[in-house]
């Protein structure tokens, strides 16, 4: 069994030798995948325990901006820092997660100590695990006219997948408001009042972040009016406010008065590419 003094942590590569001697994963590894430990820190060495859980992660060329920051539920992309400048990214998959048994780990399992994950990279694989069973549901009123058809047939959820993708990479997520109608549902013909703040990474992003959310903000507000008409007028959606707002002026208060939206139809589709997912209710 694991001990209190292990160095095992979660986020943790397995060397490509010893992880292909596990024989519980349920497909085989070679230099094209890699094993990333899943199990909370706490769980690796508790004695209630009795197996760690793992995925087997597709190698990558170089992470995806829509992968990355937990913006899909379903796949996550990671960079591993390495010795000599050399690093590693990796493709996870909830589909993709096996449990090894505690005996086998221990016996067969060596950490790659020339793979290690930045702090910011295990805050977000933590967030990414956390928002698969922690992703807020909306009512079901609410999602049905977010899929009303406006322009080319196409509905206004997908359309703002379309709308979030170009600028993705500096996009921390989309976060809605809908007030004291958070858990309504609102009858045929009253509208539900809808607060959007498009919120991107200002540590890193700096101008440009701001400037892609801006708009992203402005087209959103273009296609909520197409879609519901203006606010004082709308029946089915009216839009008060659509604005970017910077990571760093988000309080407490307010992650725990707005959820954040996620395209969930489309991530049932792994190999559309073309989406922006954002997901979880809180930013990595």
Partial sequence: MLTRETDWRQGDLL????????????????????????????????????????????????????????????KLHLRYGGTGGQTVAVELRHAERCIVSKDEFKKHATRDDHALLPIDGKRTLKQWLAARY??????????????????RKKSVERQIGKILAPNAKHLVGLFFDLGEQRSAEVPE???????????????????????????????LRTLFEQAYGKPDTATDIALDACEAIADTSITLADLRRVDQWRLEYISLNDRDHGNFLPVGETPA
């Fill in 15 to 74: 060397t490509h030798e010893t992880a292909a001697k596990l024989t519980t994963l349920n497909r085989a590894v070679d230099q094209s995948r890699r094993v990333v430990v899943i199990t909370h820190d706490c769980d690796l060495p508790n004695d209630s325990e009795t197996s760690v859980e793992v995925i087997v992660a597709d190698v990558v060329s170089a992470p995806d901006a829509q992968f990355s920051y937990a913006k899909n539920p379903r």
């Fill in 134 to 151: 922690g992703r807020p549901a909306f009512p079901n009123a609410f999602e049905s006219r977010l899929r009303k058809e406006v322009g």
């Fill in 189 to 219: 013909g009253e509208p539900y009042a809808l607060s959007i703040s498009v919120v991107y990474d200002a540590t890193e992003g700096g101008p440009q972040a701001r400037q892609s959310a801006e708009i992203i903000a402005n087209e």
